[in-house]
Every structure is written in structure tokens, then in C-alpha cells.
Nanobody, 131 residues
Framework: QVQFVESGGDSVQAGGSLRLSCTPS????????MAWFRQAPGKEREGVAA????????YYGDSGQGRFTISHDSAQNTMYLQMNNLKPEDTAMYYC????????????????????????WGQGTQVTVSS
């Protein structure tokens, strides 16, 4: 069973920045992919960004492209999401998640931003952006 320690969520004004962090513990596969998702009230959970710590390959969803940067510190085994120029529409609960992935999925990115493909989830950290 994988557990997570998530942090970094806060209330900020539009244009501000936040850095979310996620540290997993427990049994993980060498081909694990880690990802950030978000869910706003009344909306479906959506993939923001994912990373394969094995070689640092990154994948971005529409919501994460451009203003957000995903990274992983292998020494700390911690994943980060740097969010810049935040907008009110970024307001959501942000979740980290991890899954074992095939080398084919890692190469193509297929399915790596689909919530249904992930079994292990953090508790979420709230990001609120005011205008």
C-alpha cells in the first residue's frame, strides 16, 4: 500500500505562485509514474501533469501546459508541481497519485493523465486563487 504526504496548497491572489509537493511511502514499482490531478467542485477530476522519475520524462495535460512545471527529486523521492501565474480557474483540490506503467505507456504517454488508470492517491491539498 502506498501512502502520500502532500503539502503546499494555499490561498493566493491571481498572478501568484505555489509549489505543491508529494512524497510517497510504501511499496512502489521501478516503472512507477507519478502525477498531479485536480478536481474543482462540480467538475470531473483532470490530469494536470505526470512524470516518470526513472528518466525525468514529463507529460502535461491542457490544464498544466505552459504555467505549471512538474519535477521530481530522486534524493528526496518527492514530486513537485510549480504553479506560476495562477488564475481563479486553477482553484481546485490537487491530488498526487502513482501507478505502475508499462514501458510502452511511458514512451507514448498514453493513459498517464487518466484518473481511472491510477490506484494510489494522496489526500489532496487545496489551492484557492482569488481575483
Amino acid at each position: 500500500q502506498v501512502q502520500f504526504v502532500e503539502s503546499g496548497g494555499d490561498s493566493v491572489q491571481a498572478g501568484g505562485s505555489l509549489r505543491l509537493s508529494c512524497t510517497p511511502s510504501g511499496s512502489t514499482s521501478s516503472t512507477n509514474v507519478m502525477a498531479w490531478f485536480r478536481q474543482a467542485p462540480g467538475k470531473e477530476r483532470e490530469g494536470v501533469a505526470a512524470i516518470y522519475p526513472g528518466d525525468g520524462k514529463t507529460y502535461y495535460g491542457d490544464s498544466g501546459q505552459g504555467r505549471f512545471t512538474i519535477s521530481h527529486d530522486s534524493a528526496q523521492n518527492t514530486m513537485y508541481l510549480q504553479m506560476n501565474n495562477l488564475k481563479p480557474e486553477d482553484t481546485a483540490m490537487y491530488y498526487c497519485a502513482t501507478r505502475a506503467a508499462t514501458l510502452s505507456a511511458i514512451w507514448s504517454g498514453r493513459g498517464l493523465l487518466e484518473p481511472a488508470q491510477y490506484k494510489h492517491w494522496g489526500q489532496g491539498t487545496q489551492v484557492t486563487v482569488s481575483s
